[in-house]
Protein backbone atom coordinates (compact mmCIF):
# COMPACT_ATOMS: atom_id res chain seq x y z
CA UNK A 1 0.00 0.00 0.00
CA UNK A 2 2.67 2.29 0.66
CA UNK A 3 4.35 1.85 -2.70
CA UNK A 4 1.36 3.44 -4.15
CA UNK A 5 0.66 6.30 -2.40
CA UNK A 6 4.30 7.19 -3.12
CA UNK A 7 5.59 9.93 -0.48
CA UNK A 8 2.47 9.66 1.22
CA UNK A 9 3.17 6.05 1.36
CA UNK A 10 5.75 7.38 4.62
CA UNK A 11 2.26 7.38 7.11
CA UNK A 12 1.65 3.67 6.43
CA UNK A 13 5.40 2.64 7.28
CA UNK A 14 7.34 2.21 10.49
CA UNK A 15 9.95 4.67 8.67
CA UNK A 16 7.85 7.12 10.20
CA UNK A 17 8.47 6.28 13.85
CA UNK A 18 8.89 2.53 14.92
CA UNK A 19 7.63 3.61 18.28
CA UNK A 20 4.01 4.40 16.86
CA UNK A 21 1.54 2.06 15.42
CA UNK A 22 0.30 2.23 12.30
CA UNK A 23 -3.45 2.76 13.71
CA UNK A 24 -2.35 6.01 14.82
CA UNK A 25 0.13 6.82 12.27
CA UNK A 26 -2.91 6.88 9.72
CA UNK A 27 -5.41 8.01 12.15
CA UNK A 28 -3.03 11.33 12.64
CA UNK A 29 -2.67 11.41 8.70
CA UNK A 30 -6.12 11.78 8.47
CA UNK A 31 -6.67 14.37 11.06
CA UNK A 32 -4.16 16.29 9.19
CA UNK A 33 -4.84 15.45 5.68
CA UNK A 34 -8.45 15.80 5.45
CA UNK A 35 -8.66 19.12 6.94
CA UNK A 36 -5.82 20.69 4.84
CA UNK A 37 -7.90 18.96 1.64
CA UNK A 38 -10.83 21.18 2.75
CA UNK A 39 -9.24 24.50 2.78
CA UNK A 40 -7.59 23.77 -0.75
CA UNK A 41 -10.73 23.26 -1.92
CA UNK A 42 -12.29 26.25 -0.47
CA UNK A 43 -9.64 28.17 -1.59
CA UNK A 44 -9.65 26.83 -5.35
CA UNK A 45 -13.68 26.95 -5.08
CA UNK A 46 -13.14 30.95 -3.86
CA UNK A 47 -10.58 31.49 -6.91
CA UNK A 48 -13.09 30.02 -9.25
CA UNK A 49 -16.11 32.22 -8.21
CA UNK A 50 -13.74 35.27 -8.21
CA UNK A 51 -12.14 34.09 -11.77
CA UNK A 52 -15.27 33.53 -13.63
CA UNK A 53 -16.88 36.55 -12.06
CA UNK A 54 -20.39 34.14 -10.21
CA UNK A 55 -20.54 36.82 -7.73
CA UNK A 56 -20.58 40.57 -7.81
CA UNK A 57 -17.92 43.09 -5.76
CA UNK A 58 -19.55 45.04 -3.41
CA UNK A 59 -17.81 48.20 -4.65
CA UNK A 60 -18.66 47.89 -8.22
CA UNK A 61 -22.58 48.33 -9.60
CA UNK A 62 -24.21 45.28 -11.48
CA UNK A 63 -24.74 45.81 -14.64
CA UNK A 64 -28.53 46.33 -16.16
CA UNK A 65 -27.93 43.61 -18.78
CA UNK A 66 -27.56 40.56 -16.35
CA UNK A 67 -30.00 40.16 -14.46
CA UNK A 68 -30.17 39.25 -10.91
CA UNK A 69 -31.94 36.18 -9.39
CA UNK A 70 -31.46 34.52 -5.66
CA UNK A 71 -29.49 31.87 -4.89
CA UNK A 72 -32.35 29.20 -4.85
CA UNK A 73 -33.13 29.86 -8.24
CA UNK A 74 -29.66 28.90 -9.26
CA UNK A 75 -30.25 25.83 -6.79
CA UNK A 76 -33.48 24.97 -8.62
CA UNK A 77 -31.74 25.09 -11.83
CA UNK A 78 -29.12 22.88 -10.36
CA UNK A 79 -31.18 20.13 -9.12
CA UNK A 80 -33.09 20.34 -12.36
CA UNK A 81 -36.51 21.18 -10.58
Known sequence: MAQ??????????D????????LLCL???QVVIAPGLIVLLFVWHALLLKRHRIFSHPEIPASALEPSEPFTAHLRRVAAW
Open 4 to 13: LLGGAGIWCT
Open 27 to 29: FNA
Open 15 to 22: KLTDRVSI
